[in-house]
Every structure is written in structure tokens, then in C-alpha cells.
């Protein structure tokens, strides 16, 4: 495990905005997802946001923040942003739109400036687990203050 936290696109832009966060570091697996970064740091799943980059039928892409244990309704969630269809991007694709690599994105300070679409329900709790923009690291904080620092869209895509 890395000692040392990252300076990172994301932590910059953190700093840079003046929000507080708290460095987590972990031990990453290869494929592990939310449950490992949950395990690894002992804390909720559900506090555990993962970044997920997916695109629309036309192949424009956009970034969904959803909860650590529940899966995103692409279906819904084209419904509510007024796409046709909602898919997520292949890792190559993922990676070139948002500037990290697979399981280390996170969406701030990605290479392209992406909308963000967030579960609603993500706002409800008091601290979120977030990619800091490399493997093996979050970021703690308030989710509240990620409408300080993108303009995130609101939405109700989860499913269990």
C-alpha cells in the first residue's frame, strides 16, 4: 500500500475550491470495487460512491455517482436527463473522456469537462467516500460540498 497520498487533478481542484477533505488510502484490488474500499477502511458500503463514466446514444459522455452497494437504471436514468439510451463507456473510452484510469476515476478534475449526474440520495448522509483519482484512494467529505465545485444534476437511479 502507498504511505503517501497522491497529488492529484482531484485533490487540486479540492484545494483550490477550499473544501476539506480527508485522505484515505487502501489496499486496491483488481476488480474489487466498493466493497473492498468499504472493507479495507471499515466503513458503509452505501457511503462508498463509485464514479461511473457511461454515454448516450450519440456517444456523448457523462459521469453518474451512485452508491457503493446499489447499480444504476441506465433506463432511467435516460428517462431523466432526456437521452434515448444510456450506456457505460468501455474502460479505453472511460479513461480517455475522464483523464484517470478505470477504478482510480473520480469526478473532479477530469480531463474533459463532463456533466455530473449524482443519486439523489447521496446528499442525504453526512460523509461520502469518494475516488480521489488513483487506485487505492478516496476521498472523504461532505457531499454537499460537491455542488461547490461541480454542477451536479440530481438524480433518482438507483436500484438495489
Known amino acids: ?20 477533505f480527508t485522505e484515505r488510502l487502501y489496499r486496491y484490488e483488481e476488480h474489487g470495487g466498493t466493497r473492498v474500499c468499504a472493507r479495507e477502511l471499515g466503513v458503509d458500503e452505501h457511503a462508498v ?8 446514444e450519440r456517444a456523448v459522455p457523462l459521469v453518474i455517482l451512485m452508491h457503493g452497494d446499489r447499480e444504476v437504471s441506465t433506463k432511467e436514468l435516460a428517462r431523466q436527463i432526456g437521452a434515448k439510451s444510456v450506456q457505460p463507456c468501455r474502460p479505453e473510452v ?25 443519486e439523489a440520495t447521496i446528499f ?3 460523509r461520502i467516500y469518494l475516488n480521489g483519482g488513483s487506485r487505492g484512494f478516496l476521498v472523504e467529505l461532505d457531499p454537499r460540498d460537491l455542488d461547490r465545485v461541480l454542477k451536479v444534476n440530481r438524480v433518482s437511479v438507483a436500484i438495489s
Open 1 to 20: 500500500m502507498v504511505s503517501k497520498a497522491p497529488s492529484t487533478n482531484a485533490t487540486r481542484l479540492l484545494k483550490q475550491a477550499g473544501i476539506p
Open 124 to 126: 442525504d448522509l453526512p
Open 49 to 56: 460512491i463509485k464514479t461511473l463514466i457511461m454515454e448516450d
Open 94 to 118: 472511460a479513461n480517455r473522456h475522464s483523464g484517470y484510469l478505470v477504478g482510480g476515476t473520480s469526478p473532479l478534475g477530469t480531463k474533459k469537462v463532463l456533466p455530473v449526474h449524482a
